[in-house]
């Protein structure tokens, strides 16, 4: 791995950054102390090293069961940002972006399943997660699309122009009552409309109970409005169980049978404002 960690020197990385990086390839999660077991890092620098790689995007916190703990992002996402900079850091992250993807997917695959409930506090690692989510659908992904969001819709949109492209079904059911604006909804129509034109199949309901997603009948993911207050939060479970995917499937298809057509709703879209 000595090679991988100069050439991610090369692209501004610290050899103790890079050291902790790989390790956190390796394995779902890390704690502080267990990349400092694992790593020439000492326990007490681990927590700055975790930090820095955080604050460069390289790695997201989290919590579980009350302890903090660190997830590597996925390759692709970070050498995507890479290829936006300048040429030469284009071609030292091509030299190893295939091994560093390749020691991040067998740990997926040897992670699979052996946690099947997770709770997501953080907006980053939700957001990421997603991303991973939506990259991995290998056959279907049913979506309740419901604010808030981690990150604009447009922003989803070259991740799911690629899913597409491999002949998966998306189908996306957008919540439209929070739209207050005549400005805000003609954005909202455009954003829906471009999904739309690229594939996916969209329909369009006032409110929906919940953000979800089922990926594949196997995997859920989803967040509830906060049972205190009744208002929208973007704390999220993913579940991977696949009853519980085919339950939740059920209840996708009774919604959407009651939403309005992508055609039905633009046409309607002056009086549902104003409702």
Not at 48 to 53: A, K, S
Not at 60 to 85: A, Q
Not at 232 to 252: A, G, N, Y
Request: aromatic share 10%; proline share 3%.
């Amino acid at each position: 791995m000595e090679h991988i960690a100069s050439k991610l020197q090369d692209l501004g990385i610290t050899k103790r950054e890079a050291e902790v990086y790989i390790a956190l390839l390796h394995k779902k999660e890390f704690t502080a102390p267990e990349i400092a077991k694992i790593t020439s890092v000492s326990r007490s620098k681990s927590y700055e090293i975790l930090q820095n790689l955080v604050k460069k995007k390289l790695c997201v916190e989290n919590y579980r069961n009350g302890i903090k703990v660190f997830s590597c992002i996925d390759p692709k996402r970070v050498f995507e940002k890479i290829n936006n900079e300048l040429e030469y850091k284009k071609n030292i992250a091509a030299e190893i972006f295939d091994e560093l993807h390749s020691i991040y997917q067998k740990n997926e695959q040897v992670n699979a399943g052996v946690e099947y409930i997770e709770v997501l506090t953080d907006k980053l690692t939700i957001r990421e997660r997603w991303l991973s989510i939506l990259n991995n659908t290998k056959n279907e992904l049913l979506v309740f699309a419901k604010p808030p969001y981690t990150a604009p819709l447009e922003e989803n949109m070259s991740d799911e122009l690629n899913v597409l492209k491999r002949k998966v079904k998306i189908k996306s059911l957008y919540e439209y009552g929070y739209i207050r604006t005549k400005e805000e909804m003609d954005h909202f129509i455009k954003v829906v409309d471009s999904f739309r034109k690229a594939g996916e199949e969209v329909k369009m309901l006032r409110e929906l109970p919940m953000k979800l997603a089922i990926r594949d009948e196997y995997l859920t993911m989803l967040a509830l409005n906060d049972p205190v207050s009744m208002q929208p939060t973007i704390t999220t479970m993913i579940i991977e169980h696949p009853s519980f995917s085919t339950s939740l499937k059920k209840v996708f298809s009774i919604y959407w049978k009651e939403a309005l057509s992508f055609t039905d709703f633009k046409q309607d879209v002056k009086t549902l404002l104003i409702q």
